[in-house]
């Protein structure tokens, strides 16, 4: 797992004299009856980048927190007869949201009101009125070691990208988004290894292995931060592209099929090998839901299958679009031959 390969050392550690880093923006949910109070919040949270939704009513709690999926909620002292404490208690009974970070926004310092907040699953405890730089430490160093722990749990264990679960999390996100921003642009990209049964078949499953290892480093090293990669099973990868089009979101994994098909992998005896990858690009579309964006790339990925591998296709192929072709390969010496199988079962890959 992830967290072994951490305790190992074979992953990298930061280095204790690095900066920390600035939070990245988080979605916040606010309990909290009293106007001033979340005007305050407001000021302090969305000032710094962070969205903020305030919830008035702790009956409307439950359905906020499906509405609004935060990263991080701030539980206010009540005035409604509620109990900010219940709301905590029911919270962490909720498995979904059982790992959630929730600070508690107190009158009461005492030691009684810090334990009954301990008691209760509150993460911090903080008295009103909150200090801003306080607050704002608070809240976004919460939000970084959540992060940081999904990050552990999420990603795939050779590759270090995001599993298939998360990923699908991620591109759910797009899909709200967009129903809340019309305007909000972003492509599902979906790649896949060609004949890899064959490579594993012929060169062994550890050189199997390092052809992933390297895909994943070359995504990681091209994709921006603020773009999405998994691996979805198998030899399966995809990227959410963030604010891309189509077409621009088309040139950048043409760029990297590219690069791809050019690496010399490392096989037994000291040879060497090539491995190309197909990939198939959706844009999310107004109205659509995340299944309909999901298949949408899967029908361009198996354009591009059935168009002979090694290229990319964009848009379902309703939209009559023809794969990119990659151009005619260089003559290759004997080591380079490509590997061949048969299509596996389900499909062209």
Request: aromatic share 4%; with cysteine; net charge positive.
């Amino acid at each position: 797992m992830r967290i072994e390969a951490l305790r190992q050392g074979t992953l990298p550690r930061p280095r204790l004299d690095d900066p920390a880093p600035r939070s990245a923006a988080g979605r916040i949910l606010a309990v909290e009856e009293d106007a001033v109070h979340g005007a305050a919040l407001r000021d302090v949270l969305q000032g710094a980048g962070h969205e903020l939704w305030i919830c008035q009513d702790p009956r409307r709690f439950a359905g906020e927190l499906g509405r609004v999926r935060p990263d991080l909620v701030l539980m206010s002292a009540l005035a409604s007869g509620t109990s900010g404490y219940a709301l905590l208690r029911w919270l962490r009974r909720q498995e979904r949201y059982a790992t959630l970070p929730a600070l508690v926004l107190a009158t009461r310092g005492e030691l009684a009101a810090r334990i009954e907040t301990a008691r209760a699953g509150g993460d911090d405890h903080l008295v009103k009125p909150v200090p801003s730089e306080l607050l704002l430490s608070a809240v976004e160093g919460r939000l970084e070691r959540s992060r940081y722990l999904k990050d552990l749990l999420n990603q795939d264990a050779l590759t270090g990208l995001l599993h298939g679960p998360a990923l699908i999390e991620r591109a759910h996100e797009h899909v709200e988004r967009q129903r809340l921003a019309p305007g909000h642009r972003a492509v599902w990209a979906i790649i896949d290894l060609d004949h890899f049964k064959a490579v594993n078949d012929r060169h062994g499953h550890a050189a199997g292995d390092s052809v992933l290892v390297a895909l994943a480093a070359l995504l990681r090293r091209h994709v921006r931060q603020g773009d999405s990669l998994g691996r979805c099973g198998g030899e399966e990868f995809a990227i959410l592209i963030d604010g891309a089009s189509e077409e621009a979101a088309a040139g950048v994994v043409e760029r990297l099929r590219r690069e791809f098909a050019g690496i010399a992998h490392a096989a037994a005896a000291g040879s060497v090998f090539q491995s190309t990858f197909s990939a198939g690009l959706a844009a999310l579309r107004r109205g659509m839901t995340l299944l309909a964006w999901r298949e949408a790339a899967d029908r361009a990925l198996y354009a591009a299958k059935d168009g002979g591998r090694n290229r990319v296709a964009v848009g379902p192929a309703a939209l009559g679009r023809a794969p990119l072709a990659p151009p005619a390969p260089p003559a290759r010496p004997a080591r380079y031959r490509a590997a061949v199988s048969s299509p596996r079962a389900g499909g062209p890959r």
